[in-house]
């Protein structure tokens, strides 16, 4: 993984980096402005390298087996609220069995069937 992003990167800073060694103009800095803005490339291949080495790490962090056990083991498991929030101190509907029952139409198995003699 860490070599893909290497590769990846140094493939990104080569892309821009001019091909020609020609004559190098030379540019004055502008002393009076503060932040010396980047070209719209560069800026494009810097936002797409820190996407990239986000989601490679937000990935390899998710897909942890020992990452998922801390979270299972420190995480806190929201339960069911007994009430309904708001003005109504009415139990919540969840409470009653009722509201579990499977649909009327489900198709039951038959316990045993007759044999056909011919």
Do not use: H, W
């Given at each position: ?97 009722s509201?579990?029952y ?17």
């Amino acid at each position: 993984m860490k070599g893909l992003v290497c590769f990846t990167a140094v493939l990104a800073l080569m892309g821009g980096v001019p091909a020609t060694a020609g004559d190098i103009e030379f540019k004055p800095v502008d002393t009076k402005k503060l932040v010396i803005q980047p070209s719209k490339m560069a800026a494009n291949l810097a936002a797409g390298t820190i996407n990239l080495v986000g989601q490679g790490a937000a990935n390899s962090i998710e897909n942890n087996g020992y990452i998922k056990t801390l979270n299972n083991l420190f995480s806190i498991k929201k339960l069911e609220p007994r009430f309904q929030t708001g003005p109504s101190s009415l139990p919540s509907p969840n409470m009653y069995k009722s509201t579990q029952y499977k649909s009327y139409n489900s198709p039951v198995m038959p316990i045993n069937q007759p044999a056909i003699r011919r």
